[in-house]
């Protein structure tokens, strides 16, 4: 059974500060899905990583994955208010298409 | 950009009554979920649906609940006999499938499902 696991699950973090979110799967996956959810609110697709050593970057977050350790990590750079939300990772276990997700982790970004 | 759309976005229902969760995909994505988060958890998988048939299914999705995809374009998801622990947000979502290259999952924006 796939377990995906998140730290922290907590982060509060000055704006401006760099931060890196981990992500880490127990068992063989070929994709790892990041997801920004505000409160109440739908999951927001934020990127999508399809191999070993993929690394994808949008505005100030950026996004890679390594898929021998397991590892997936989500990079915040010199952080905004704006990017205030919870972020899950989540990932289909073997050839398994629906998604096993992380715990997320809980972002307040304070001026 | 195609959304999938859910319906109601909130429904307040009494214990042991009958509920129906609507969902539309996107029209051209062939593999269709439901989802659930509990208020301040993680979201958790319990159903997933493909060629008219159910492909995958979790613990959570025992005999109370069901799916179906009756016109060819709505998605629904019924629980036959509500408890209080249903009280949750489910989330649809659609997949196109293999073949496309990122093949990312469209979540719908939810229906908060109350059980008094």
């Known amino acids: 059974e796939l377990k995906v696991e998140q730290n922290p699950l907590f982060l509060s973090m000055q704006e401006g500060k760099n931060y890196t979110i981990y992500c880490n799967y127990s068992?063989?996956?070929?994709?790892l899905y990041w997801y920004r959810q505000d409160p109440g609110k739908s999951l927001e697709s934020l990127f999508v990583?399809?191999?070993?050593?993929a690394v994808k970057q949008e505005g100030r977050l950026m996004a890679s994955l390594d898929t021998k350790a397991r590892l997936s990590t989500l990079h915040i750079t010199a952080a905004v208010h704006d990017l205030s939300a919870t972020y899950f990772c989540a990932a289909p276990p073997g050839s398994a298409r629906q998604l096993t997700f992380g715990s997320g982790t809980q972002l307040t970004v304070l001026p | 950009e195609p959304e999938v759309t859910q319906t109601p976005s909130h429904q307040v229902t009494q214990m042991g009554q009958e509920v129906i969760l609507r969902c539309v995909p996107i029209s051209n994505h062939l593999y269709f979920y439901w989802y659930r988060q509990i208020l301040g958890q993680k979201v958790e998988f319990l159903v997933s649906?493909?060629?008219?048939?159910?492909?995958?299914k979790s613990e959570i999705f025992d005999d109370q609940f069901s799916v179906e995809r009756p016109d060819g374009s709505n998605f629904t998801l019924k629980i036959r006999s509500t408890k209080l622990e249903d009280s949750a947000m489910y989330f649809c979502a659609s997949r196109a499938g293999p073949g496309i290259k990122e093949d990312g999952y469209t979540f719908g924006s939810g229906t908060r499902l109350t059980v008094v």
């Open positions: 068992t063989t996956s070929d994709r």
């Open positions: 990583l399809l191999s070993n050593g």
């Open positions: 649906f493909y060629n008219n048939e159910i492909s995958e």
